[in-house]
């Protein structure tokens, strides 16, 4: 049973950065294409961030691209997405996600394990 945790999450002024991280247990974490995700009130869950297990190749949303980074540390298990230049829009709950495909995908259905989420607010 693969299980993620993510942690780092909080209230961070507009113009300022947080780094997420993601700890995965219960499985073969290097396997694993990482995604992150988000979801603001109101709102479906939309695709941030990706990194694939066979190459390391990233694959990241428009919104993002140029302030958020992903990366991973498989001795850790743990994969990151330091998110700089947060501005009010990046507010939302930020999920992990696992999946045992090579592609560094923005589609939901590769994705087959979840975290519960960290809650992101960017104050203006």
């Known amino acids: 049973q693969v299980q993620l945790v993510e942690s780092g999450g909080g209230l961070v002024q507009a113009g300022g950065s947080l780094r997420l991280s993601c700890a995965a247990s219960g499985g073969t974490f290097s396997r694993y294409t990482m995604g992150w995700f988000r979801q603001a009130p109101g709102k479906e869950r939309e695709f941030v961030a990706t990194i694939s297990w066979s190459n390391g190749v990233t694959y990241y949303s428009d919104s993002v691209k140029g302030r958020f980074t992903i990366s991973r540390d498989n001795t850790k298990n743990t994969v990151y997405l330091q998110m700089n230049s947060l501005n009010p829009e990046d507010t939302a709950v930020y999920y992990c996600?696992?999946?045992?495909?090579?592609?560094?995908?923005?589609?939901?259905?590769?994705?087959?394990?979840w975290g519960q989420g960290t809650q992101v607010t960017v104050s203006s």
């Open positions: 996600a696992g999946s045992r495909g090579v592609v560094a995908t923005a589609a939901r259905d590769p994705y087959v394990y």
